[in-house]
Every structure is written in C-alpha cells, then in structure tokens.
Nanobody
Framework: QVQLVESGGGSEQSGGSLRLSCVASGYPFSTYCMGWFRQAPGKEREGVAGITSGGATRYADDVKARFTVSRDNAKNTLYLQMNSLKPDDTAMYYC?????????????????????WGQGTQVTVSS
C-alpha cells in the first residue's frame, strides 16, 4: 500500500524558513519522480517543485531561488526547503509520486501526471 506522509508545516513570519518532509512507503521510492504541490483556499492545486529519480529538478517561477527540493533515497524521504517565505506561500502543501517511466517529458509540475498523493501539511506565512 502506497503511503506518503508530509510533515514540517507550521506558521512562520515573512522572510522565515521551513523545511517540509515527505516519507514514502509501499513502492520503490528511488525509481519514482516526486513533486511538491500546494493549494491555497479558493485556488487550484499548483506545482511548486519536482525531482526525478536521477535528481533533476524543476521549480515554479515564483519559488525559484527560494525553495529547494531534494530527496534521500536511503530514507525514502522527499524534502522541500523553503526560504524567504512570503504570505503568498500560505497553502496546504502536498507531496506526490509517479513512476518516472510513466511521467511525460516536462511534466514534473503537472498535477494530473501524478499517481499518489499525501494528505498535506499546512504552511501559513504572516506579514
């Protein structure tokens, strides 16, 4: 049974940092592409960052140079280091997984391409 469990969310002031984690189980983590998505109230879920099994990454334009996605295959864990947080980063953050062999080229941030999802962790940034 595939499970993705996010943690690390919380409340932070503008300019602060948070590190999200996503622990995966039930599938061969090292062969899967992983993504971080977020959904703010009243908005669509959007791709934030993604990483392939080989470590290639992609970021949404508004988080480039502020967020860093990484993975530890030995720990079956995905991370998102978020620096210089802004109030617009306030959202529920989700991790997602898809076999890299099933992911269309260039689709790391495409919500519909992912098979498995976690329950999310809330990030709130105050000004």
């Amino acid at each position: 049974q595939v499970q993705l469990v996010e943690s690390g969310g919380g409340s932070e002031q503008s300019g602060g940092s948070l590190r999200l984690s996503c622990v995966a189980s039930g599938y061969p983590f090292s062969t899967y592409c992983m993504g971080w998505f977020r959904q703010a109230p009243g908005k669509e879920r959007e791709g934030v960052a993604g990483i392939t099994s080989g470590g290639a990454t992609r970021y949404a334009d508004d988080v480039k140079a502020r967020f860093t996605v990484s993975r530890d295959n030995a720990k079956n864990t995905l991370y998102l280091q978020m620096n210089s947080l802004k109030p617009d980063d306030t959202a529920m953050y989700y991790c997602a997984a898809v076999p890299c062999m099933s992911l269309p080229f260039g689709a790391l941030l495409l919500r519909s391409a992912y098979y498995y999802w976690g329950q999310g962790t809330q990030v709130t940034v105050s000004s």
